[in-house]
């Protein structure tokens, strides 16, 4: 398919190139500091979705089996309560597809998200 993945992070640029560096990831990378576009797609934070026993039962296990983390930089403040969500819209704008996440965990299938018409 014709597409472009584009990732909006809230955080800051260094801890944006940070995050990038960490992870390997090759998609554009826009910022969103004042959570604009997450307000517009009704994004939210939970400190209750993101604490929640089931959440920190599987963080345990990756822990456990020494699956590892993009390490955050120690002076930069993220907001580690702060939802995301995965999109797909058209050439127009129109949104075809969305997900929001209710914990961190929470993403749709890439089959799921390919298939948006």
């Not at 517009?40 to 699956?67: C, R």
Request: hydrophobic share 40%; proline share 4%; charged share 20%.
């Amino acid at each position: 398919k014709n597409i472009q993945v584009v990732v909006i992070s809230f955080g800051c640029q260094e801890g944006a190139s940070h995050w990038v560096k960490q992870t390997g990831c090759q998609y554009d990378m826009l910022l969103d500091p004042s959570r604009k576009i997450y307000s517009a797609f009704g994004l939210g934070a939970s400190l209750k979705k993101v604490l929640n026993f089931g959440n920190i039962l599987i963080y345990s296990e990756y822990v456990a089996n020494d699956m590892e983390f993009p390490r955050e930089l120690p002076w930069i403040q993220d907001d580690m309560f702060q939802l995301g969500g995965n999109f797909v819209l058209d050439e127009h704008g129109r949104v075809l597809f969305s997900h929001r996440c209710q914990s961190p965990i929470d993403r749709p299938s890439v089959e799921d998200i390919l298939s948006a018409q």
